[in-house]
């Protein structure tokens, strides 16, 4: 029997959920607005009930986004500050970019080059890192300046007039950024590279096989071993609808994704 060792636990896997539903949302009915010109936009917004109720919908997934950015902040200082787990700050399972990180960098360029060998990568890679942080600045960027257009009167008695029109700025051009990343590169690396191709269940079902965790995260394994704590990751396996629920859930997300890339793409280029 094949083990499976547990990468992302059911909390993890509940917060990535929220934050793809809430995503996906969020630039379907706020690019509408941003490409107002576009042949696509009156459509794309009455699909949602016309301007004023995409409007509502657009706030609906707001509130579930910053509700998902504070949930894991909290979990992340309950973490540090409760269980004094320091290892998020530093080590192999921190998402804090560290010297490896540009190592591994140049490394895997190089592989790419066929200049030397694939590096050894351990819990996260530097791409993944890349992601989140990408992600984390995106929605303290993104969350901030929704709510000053949200409500302009509350943040009028703290900052000057002027500012608000850079929020407005700020938060179509960020959001146009955010999303023209999350559905090209993030796409790419979690679900469209060839050998996770068409789709990477883990984040559904959190778990990896030993084939999987040893042949993509070698200088992991080989840690966990030499420290004696592969057991401890040990868990069940996943059971078989996840494996079904993550290929559709992640072909809509997907084929979504790249419809909207290629709206925008048409409203930039034609």
């Known amino acids: 029997m094949t083990r499976s060792y547990l990468?992302?636990?059911?909390?993890?896997?509940?917060?990535?959920?929220?934050?793809?539903?809430?995503?996906?949302?969020?630039?379907?009915?706020?690019?509408?607005?941003?490409?107002?010109?576009?042949?696509?936009?009156?459509?794309?917004s009455a699909a949602f009930g016309g301007?004023?109720?995409?409007g509502i919908v657009h706030r609906v997934f707001a509130v579930v986004l910053i509700a998902t950015f504070v949930l894991h902040v909290f979990r992340l200082l309950h973490r540090l500050f409760v269980k004094e787990d320091l290892e998020i700050l530093w080590g192999p399972a921190s998402m804090t970019p560290?010297?490896?990180?540009?190592?591994?960098?140049?490394?895997?360029?190089?592989?790419?080059?066929?200049?030397g060998p694939r590096p050894e990568f351990d819990h996260?890679?530097?791409?993944?890192?890349?992601?989140?942080?990408?992600?984390?600045?995106?929605?303290?960027?993104?969350?901030?300046?929704?709510?000053?257009?949200?409500?302009p009167e509350f943040f009028s008695r703290f900052v000057p007039g002027s500012w608000f029109n850079v929020a407005l700025?700020?938060?179509?051009?960020?959001?146009?950024?955010?999303?023209?990343?999350?559905?090209?590169?993030?796409?790419?690396?979690?679900?469209?590279?060839?050998?996770?191709?068409?789709?990477?269940?883990?984040?559904?079902?959190?778990?990896?096989?030993?084939?999987?965790?040893?042949?993509?995260?070698?200088?992991?394994?080989?840690?966990?071993?030499a420290e004696g704590r592969l057991a401890d990751h040990e868990t069940t396996p996943a059971l078989p609808w996840t494996f079904t629920l993550a290929r559709v859930v992640a072909a809509v997300a997907v084929t979504l994704g790249l419809v909207?890339?290629?709206?925008?793409?048409?409203?930039?280029?034609?």
């Open 169 to 225: 700025l700020v938060h179509g051009e960020e959001g146009l950024l955010a999303a023209g990343f999350i559905f090209t590169i993030h796409f790419f690396n979690s679900h469209l590279r060839p050998e996770k191709f068409p789709v990477d269940p883990v984040i559904f079902g959190g778990r990896v096989t030993e084939h999987e965790l040893a042949e993509e995260r070698p200088a992991e394994y080989a840690r966990l071993r």
């Open 98 to 115: 560290q010297p490896r990180d540009v190592a591994e960098m140049i490394a895997h360029l190089r592989w790419f080059l066929r200049l």
């Open 7 to 44: 990468r992302f636990d059911r909390y993890h896997r509940i917060l990535h959920g929220l934050l793809m539903i809430s995503f996906i949302g969020l630039a379907f009915t706020g690019m509408p607005l941003l490409f107002s010109e576009a042949s696509w936009a009156p459509y794309l």
């Open 124 to 151: 996260f890679t530097y791409w993944e890192k890349f992601d989140y942080w990408a992600v984390f600045w995106g929605m303290g960027v993104i969350g901030t300046s929704g709510l000053m257009l949200w409500f």
């Open 260 to 270: 909207m890339v290629v709206l925008i793409l048409s409203s930039t280029w034609f």
């Open 51 to 54: 301007p004023w109720s995409a």
